[in-house]
């Protein structure tokens, strides 16, 4: 299904229909030459501190540009790769293009920006992803306090064998782990207490209804007491609106991301927009030290 293509993004993304069987072989071909012909993209969304709006990261999104059909969404293209194994391939070729990307940025930038990195279920399956990280960190030169993973609370942690162990390897070399779309998964609390996650993300879905609806507010209020008290960051996605980051900042969310900061940019965009706040940082202290 195509659920909330189209809202969510940017580009204006084609409807794709409900497929047919033919339609959706004839699909997972292309989405094969997709990968071979360089249709594949990843776009990059800034992560801000709550308390100084100051770029403290990025998230790395996934877009197929295809010839014909134009940009495609993650939403609809991920759960076919992933049913199709070509999601190993792909996700191989995110990491390596982000952690290279941002290493280039902390480089030219100087600063100590983290990339976050989604995980499928499929890629924690492979019994040799943490010597597939640590090997890309190596490759790259990235510090591997830096990268951040990210692993869906929808997952089933009984269906992945290994998973608690393959996490604990990757923190073990300094990367951080996120549980993303925290609240919409059915993981119970003690799942989250042997998780070794560093930081915690609110699904857009609840900060969507800030402001709105109470019973999210005091959902999102109880993740971010209960995040607190075991020593976990969070981050909220989805802020669109003034009012989402005042509640989250008023109740200690550390970092924000969302269309009120910026939509998911092209690579050369994301690099322009760091390169305008150097610029205006660097007036804005050049013009406090004249007489
Ligand atoms: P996600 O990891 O939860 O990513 C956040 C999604 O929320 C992104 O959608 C982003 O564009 C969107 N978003 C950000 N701010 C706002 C906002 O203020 N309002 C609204 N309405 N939406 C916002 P996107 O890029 O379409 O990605 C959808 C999902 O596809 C991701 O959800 C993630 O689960 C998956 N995905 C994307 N890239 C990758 C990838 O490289 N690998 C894997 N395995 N999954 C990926
Ligand atoms: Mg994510
Ligand atoms: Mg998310
Ligand atoms: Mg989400």
């Not at 800034?46 to 999104?61: H, Y």
């Not at 939403?75 to 190993?88: D, K, Q, R």
Request: include cysteine; glycine fraction near 6%; aromatic fraction near 6%.
């Amino acid at each position: 299904s195509a659920k909330g293509m189209g809202r969510n993004n940017y580009q204006a993304y084609v409807a794709v229909p409900e497929e047919s069987h033919q339609q959706r072989i004839a699909l997972e071909a292309k989405l094969r030459q997709a990968e071979k012909n360089g249709e594949l993209r990843v776009y990059y969304q800034p992560q801000v501190s709550a308390q100084t709006e100051d770029i403290v990261g990025m998230e790395a999104l996934i877009r197929w540009e295809h010839p014909e059909l134009g940009m495609i969404s993650p939403g609809f293209f991920i759960p076919l790769a992933e049913e199709t194994g070509l999601i190993v391939s792909m996700g191989e070729w995110v990491l390596r293009t982000a952690c290279r990307d941002a290493r280039r940025w902390q480089q030219r930038f100087g600063l100590p920006l983290r990339i976050g990195v989604n995980l499928s279920p499929l890629q924690l399956m492979q019994p040799n992803l943490a010597e597939l990280v640590r090997s890309v960190l190596e490759e790259t030169g990235l510090e591997p306090s830096t990268l951040d993973l990210e692993v869906t609370e929808s997952i089933n942690v009984k269906s992945i064998p290994n998973l608690l162990e393959t996490l604990q390897t990757l923190h073990d070399f300094g990367c951080h782990i996120s549980i993303d779309d925290f609240g919409t998964g059915q993981s119970s609390l003690d799942y989250i207490k042997r998780f070794p996650a560093d930081r915690i993300k609110i699904d857009q879905t609840f900060v969507r209804n800030i402001g709105v609806d109470p019973d999210d507010e005091a959902i999102v209020k109880a993740t971010l007491s209960m995040a607190h008290n075991l020593s976990r960051a969070v981050i909220a996605e989805g802020v669109e609106i003034e009012q989402h980051l005042e509640f989250l900042r008023a109740h200690g969310c550390e970092e924000l991301q969302g269309y009120l900061f910026s939509r998911p940019l092209a690579p050369t965009a994301f690099e322009n927009m760091l390169a305008e706040r150097e610029r205006l940082l660097a007036a804005a202290s050049g013009a406090a030290g004249m007489p």
